[in-house]
C-alpha cells in the first residue's frame, strides 16, 4: 500500500490519557473549543492578552493589529521589547540556576549552562559584535555547527538589535555567499571547524570560498569560533577575528536594545518556486509570542520538563523551538551537535535515558531511518522518562507513527504531529496534547486562534475529503511579514489576488475528514521535501545548467522509503547523450557538482539522460510526464500535444 493511500484508509484514533488530560494546560476538549471559541468571537483581544501574558514589555502597545496596510500586517506596533531579554533576563530573579542547556558534542561530552551562564555569554558576546561597530538593524549572517555558541550568536544578535540570517552548516560557499549578498550582511559568524558524526566540517574554508567569490563585498569581519584543535585556519588579517578574542575581557552586562515590536528580528532563506531563496522576514514581538505561546500549548510544557529538539538551527524549528520558544518561557533543554547514526543508530535513545528527556521532537525521516537500523533497538533503553513526542517537516506516514509511539512512546504519549512552516513561524495545526485525540497521519486540528481552511480555486472551503488548498483566514502575530527586499513577491506568493488577497496560501494541498482534521497531502508547488527539507527544483536545475556540459535539466520528485521524497533529475547534455559506464560517470560528477553548488542535502539521487526532455509544441517542459517517469509508472496521459514524444522511452532508463 502506498503512504496515500494508508493516510486515506487510517480510522485509529488516540485520546490523551486520564493522567496526562488532567495535569494538562489545555485539559480536554471543552477547554480547547472555549479557547477557539474565544479567539472566534474576540479575536484581537484573544491575541492582545496572549502578548500582554506571555511576554515583557518595555512600552506596552495600545493596539493589538494595524490592517490598513494588508497583507503587510502590524502587530503590537507601538509596543517595545526585547527579544533577549524574554529568553534570558526575565528568568534570572527566579531561575538564574536552572539550566537552560545541556549540551551534547559529537564525541559525547556534556555541557550543561545556567540561565544567568548563558546571560553572561550572551552579554560578552554582543558587547564583541558591538566592538565590531555592529548596529541596530545591521544584518548579521550566523553560519556555525550545532553548539551553544550558535545559540549565544542569535541571542547576542537580538540583545543589540541586529537581525541575523543563519545559513544551515550544510550549505555549500554559493548559497553562502548568495544569502550574504541577499542580505547585505556586514559580519559572519563561523566555526573553524564542525564536528559531525565524527568527521570535520570545514566552516571557515568555505566561508573564504564564499568571501572570494565576489558579491560578499558588505562584510567586514569574519568572526571564528574555534570548535576544534586541527590544523590552524586561513586567516585574512583585519577581516577575520577569533570568537574567543572578541569576548575576551568585555563586560558581563549588556543593555538590550529596545525593539519595536515590528523590528525585524531575523530573515531565513527558504526555498520556493523560483531559483532564488527567499528571505522570510520576520518580526521580533510577534514572531516571539507565537513560538513561546505554541512551545507552552503544544508540548504542554511544564517547568520541570526535559525538553529535546533534534532540529539543527539552520532551520525554522531550530530558531522557534531552540532558540525562541523554550528559551522565552524558560525551559531547560538538550541541544545536540552530531547525528542520531552516530557512534550507532541507539544514539537518540541513549540520550533520552540519560539526560530524562520527558517532551522530544524530531522529523519523521528520522524516525523512519532509526525503524530501519534497529526496529527494536529502543527497548534496551529507559525511555520512561518521555511523556510526549512531536514530529515536524513533512507527512508521516501511519506506520512510522504507530512504531513512535508504541516503541519510543510506550504506547503512552501523545504524539503532536506539527504543521507550519518557516512562514508561518510557529506551529499552526497540531494536537492540543491533553485535549484532542490523535490520528496517525494527521496533524489533526488548528491551534486556539489559527483560522485554517481548506479551500478550492474561487477561494470557497472544500467539503470532508475533498483536497484543496490550504490556507489561513486570518494574519495571526508569528506570520512572515515580508520577503527580504521582495514585497511584491511576497505579496504575489502568500496573498494572491484569486483569493482577493485575503488569505494567507500555505504552498500545500491538503484535506479534512469527518471529524475536521487536516491531512496534508504534498505541496502545490515545485517545492520538493526531502528528509523534511525544503528544496526548490528550479534551484537544483540552476545548479545542474551551471555545469559546463550541460544544456537542459529538469528535476522531480519521487516518493522514498526514508527520505519522503528522493530528487530525480532529466538532464540533456551539450554533448552526445552518454550510455552505460560513461553515463553512470557523468551522473556522478553532476551528482558532486550539485552537492558542491547548493549542499549534500539537494544532491539528486538519480540522473537521466535525454537528447532533449518532453516538451509541448510551445517548448514548455512537462513535468507531469516526467514525475511519471521517475516514478516508474505507466504513462497514460496524453502525450499527443507533445512535440517529441519518442523522448520518454529514452528517459525511461537513469545512469
Ligand atoms: C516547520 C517546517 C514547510 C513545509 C510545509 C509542508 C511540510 C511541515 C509538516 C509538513 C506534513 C507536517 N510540512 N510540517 N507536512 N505534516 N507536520 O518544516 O518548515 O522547512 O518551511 O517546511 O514542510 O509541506 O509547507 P519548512
Known sequence: MSALESILKETRSFPPSDDFRQKAAIPGMEAYNALCDQANDQYLS???????????????????????????FKWFDDGELNVSYNCLDRHLPENANKIALIFEADDGAVTRVTYAELHRRVCQFANGLKSLDVQKGDRVVIYMPMVIEAIVAMQACARIGAIHSVVFGGFSAGALRDRVQDAGARVVITANEGLRGGKTVPLKATTDEAMDMGGCESIEHVVVYRRTDSEPVKWTEGRDVWWHQLVDKQPEQCEPAWMNAEDPLFILYTSGSTGKPKGIQHSSAGYLLGAINSFRWVFDYKPNDVYWCTADVGWITGHSYICYGPLGIGATQVIFEGVPTY???????????QHKVSLFYTAPTAIRSLIKLGAEAPKQFDLSSLRLLGTVGEPINPEAWMWYYEMVGGGRCPIVDTWWQTETGSAMIAPMPGAVPTKPGSCTLPLPGIMADIVDESGAPVE???????VIKKPFPSLVRTIWGDPDRFKKTYFPEEFDGKFYLAGDSAHRDENGYFWIMGRIDDVLNVSGHRLGTMEIESALVANPLVAEAAVVGKPHEIKGEAVVAFV????????????RKVADNLKQWVAHEIGKIAQPDEIRFGENLPKTRSGKIMRRLLRSLARGEEIVQDVSTLENPQILQQLQESA
Open 46 to 72: 484573544f491575541w492582545g492578552d496572549l502578548a500582554r501574558e506571555l511576554l515583557t514589555w518595555k512600552k506596552p502597545f495600545s493596539r493589538v493589529l494595524d490592517d490598513s496596510a494588508a497583507p503587510f
Open 572 to 583: 540533456v547534455l551539450k554533448g552526445p547523450r552518454p550510455q552505460g559506464d560513461e553515463a
Open 464 to 470: 470532508a475529503g475533498k483536497g484543496g488548498f490550504l
Open 343 to 353: 557512534p550507532d543508530a541507539n544514539r537518540f535513545w541513549r540520550m533520552i535515558e
